[in-house]
């Protein structure tokens, strides 16, 4: 075994052991507890846990290896990423917040009293939340196997069995205070490599870097053929739509605002969270920078595509041994390693709560049981699938995920706080449209033709949030509009729930 | 915790009980009144989050297409190209203000609400930060 390999077996032994510690038994027993943490938890402590929890495998390593191989369409990630949560803050924060449902399907509950318009949020929650769960395994396969030279089916089993101690003994409570804790992890396992190699590829000494002009261009030669600007503004367009618009449709993150005291606290939560996600993504956007300036010439990165050593989604990973030698790189990548399993365990605990809560009051009848049932459940299937599918890109399977809940949920979720008209039809032809065509055309997609960046009307299919979100929206609109079903007659009074503050009293004197 | 059936009542969801007195003393006071401040409210809300999400996604769109279509994205700052600097970092700021001037003003929206039906917001939470 290798020194690197050592190194990053310990950190990542290290971090399930903190995440373990931080989620063995505590005063959490009775249900409420156990799923919303008692409502008790401050707005910066809820910030960093939706932090987290929100930081996953497409963040820690997709993100940097986009750069690497795409050029500025890796940009608009962290930029859709950081700007759905200024869209959760602007329509669903504090409503959804006072709605006082727990669960996507009980806020449906809660708006439409329909039966059927539950059974369906809870199957594409659910099928959300399964799609979501397969790249955090996925990436924990390859982050295993890629330094610490594990088996490919370590990693995914690692991360399930950690992650179910943690959910089936402590349910929310401990979920919370991990997932802040896990926040801070992320964060300085890529600070701290950041710096140093900053400092060893010279970029305080000089600003100007003219040798490095080739990190500039649109796509590197070795790894994308397309250097086509329009296709890449549509492209980037498209992630941009689908990561704002499908942000407010994730289970694991919408949980969150329950533990929020009250609406004028859950818009606190955001406004924080905006500020540590920024402070984040600085960081793999350097990394993807910097990645490029080592790999840029066409040699360098075709030597390392010939040895098969480079997959975009462990470029960060190899980035430390490709500017230092011997212990400092062992040190910085075991470093990476750690702050990436940190991410997969958080994202994955946090996926897994929220499924389960769904599921178990969906179909176990709400107990801490069938809470326990349905986190199995939760962990099983995706694990089952993960092992099954092909490898993609981290960031494009996470894409694909949000265009999912973009088309599926945004627009139900969204008229469903601001529209009075909406009416359960409208809704669930809504979301069967969305769900349907954005799933049919990504499948598609990916049948023709593999990987995020296609040419012409294929890109079209591989990210289709430019169309199928506002037609999710237009069928949504139409069928309430003019559908046989007149809105809940409930509406005004959900409505007014939703959008007035918490009010302590009445003023004196009326 | 009740099943799936049962929607969570005012109560559950947000107040105490003495809270939820109040709240059911002041729902009956004057429901023509009510009814008119809760839909300014939310149109004032609606307008404010459309004008503010609508603006950043036409401002993004806008600033990319300049970055793509003329000589500008080539330019150089410190060493790095405009095409890479703004939509690297550039938005981010843009964004926390966004968001900063946006509770600024829901919150304001709501006190103004208060004021009109005479009622006292609760006070925020005592971990709030800052």
């Known amino acids: ?510 | 915790m009740r099943g799936p059936q049962a929607i969570p009542t005012v109560a559950e969801a947000l107040l105490t009980r003495g809270q939820a007195a109040d709240h059911a003393r002041s729902a009956g006071a004057d429901s023509d009144q009510r009814a008119q401040a809760v839909r300014s409210l939310i149109r004032a809300q609606l307008r404010l989050a459309l004008l503010l999400g609508v603006g950043f996604f036409t401002a993004v769109v806008l600033t990319s297409l300049l970055l793509v279509t003329t000589g500008l994205g080539a330019i150089t700052l410190w060493g790095v190209p405009l095409s890479w600097a703004v939509p690297g970092v550039g938005f981010f700021p843009v964004l926390l203000g966004l968001a900063w001037y946006y509770r600024r003003r829901a919150e304001a929206n709501e006190r103004l609400w208060a004021e009109v039906l005479g009622l006292d917001l609760r006070s925020p939470a005592p971990q709030a930060p800052r």
């Not at chain 1, 924080?272 to 984040?280: A, D, E, Q, R, V």
């Open chain 1, 1 to 510: 075994m290798t020194g690197e390999q050592l190194t990053v077996l310990a950190a990542v032994a290290l971090v399930c052991a903190v995440t373990l510690l931080l989620g063995s038994p505590g005063f959490s027993r009775s249900t409420g507890d156990f799923f919303v943490a008692s409502r008790r938890v401050p707005p910066w402590m809820n910030a960093s846990a939706i932090a987290g929890e929100f930081l996953s495998a497409a963040s820690f390593l997709g993100v940097a290896g986009l750069i690497l191989a795409h050029g500025t369409y890796g940009l608009w990630f962290p930029v859709g990423y950081t700007a759905g949560f200024l869209i959760v803050l602007l329509f669903m924060a504090a409503p959804l917040r006072r709605s006082g449902a727990y669960t996507i399907p009980d806020f449906v509950v809660l708006r439409f009293r329909s039966a059927t318009m539950r059974r369906m949020t809870v199957i594409v929650v659910v099928a959300a939340g399964w799609l979501y769960i397969v790249p955090q395994l996925h990436g924990a396969s390859i982050a295993l196997s890629a330094t610490g030279g594990a088996p490919g089916w370590v990693g995914p089993m690692l991360v399930a069995l950690v992650v179910l101690f943690v959910v089936l003994t402590g349910g929310m409570r401990s979920v919370t205070l991990a997932q802040a804790v896990q926040y801070w992890i992320k964060l300085t396992a890529l600070l701290v490599p950041t710096v140093f190699i900053l400092l060893q590829v010279g970029f305080w000494d000089r600003l100007e870097l003219p040798e490095f002009n080739g990190a500039w261009s649109a796509g590197l030669a070795a790894l994308d053929g397309s250097g086509d600007q329009w296709g890449e503004f549509s492209r980037s367009l498209s992630v941009l739509v689908a990561l704002m618009m499908g942000t407010l449709g994730l289970p694991h993150v919408l949980v969150r605002f329950y533990t929020n005291p009250d609406g004028v606290a859950a818009r606190r939560t955001i406004t924080f969270l905006l500020g540590l996600l920024m402070l984040f993504y600085l960081l793999p956007v350097v990394l993807g920078v910097v990645a490029r300036m080592v790999w840029g010439t066409t040699t360098a990165a075709g030597a390392l595509a010939g040895t098969g050593g480079l997959s975009h989604d462990t470029a960060i990973l190899r980035l430390p041994s490709a500017v230092f030698d011997g212990l400092a790189s062992d040190v910085l990548t075991a470093l990476i390693a750690g702050g990436a399993f940190a991410a997969f365990l958080s994202t994955t605990s946090g996926l897994v709560v929220s499924v389960s809560g769904v599921l178990s009051q969906e179909f176990f009848s709400g107990t801490v049981r069938g809470f326990r049932l349905g986190a199995l459940l939760a962990i099983a299937v995706p694990l089952v699938v993960g092992s099954a599918t092909s490898e993609l890109a981290l960031a494009g399977a996470v894409a694909m995920v949000f265009t999912f809940t973009a088309a599926a949920l945004a627009p139900v979720m969204l008229l469903g706080v601001w529209w009075r008209g909406l009416t359960a039809q409208g809704a669930f032809w809504g979301m069967a449209v969305g769900a349907v065509s954005s799933l049919a055309a990504q499948v598609l997609g990916l049948v023709l033709g593999e990987g995020p960046v296609q040419d012409g009307p294929l890109q079209l299919l591989v990210s289709p949030a430019l169309w199928c979100v506002p037609l999710a929206f237009a069928v949504t609109v139409l069928v309430s509009r003019f559908g046989s079903e007149q809105p809940p007659s409930h509406a005004d009074a959900v409505m007014e729930r939703l959008h007035t503050p918490e009010v302590a009293a009445l003023r004196p004197g009326r």
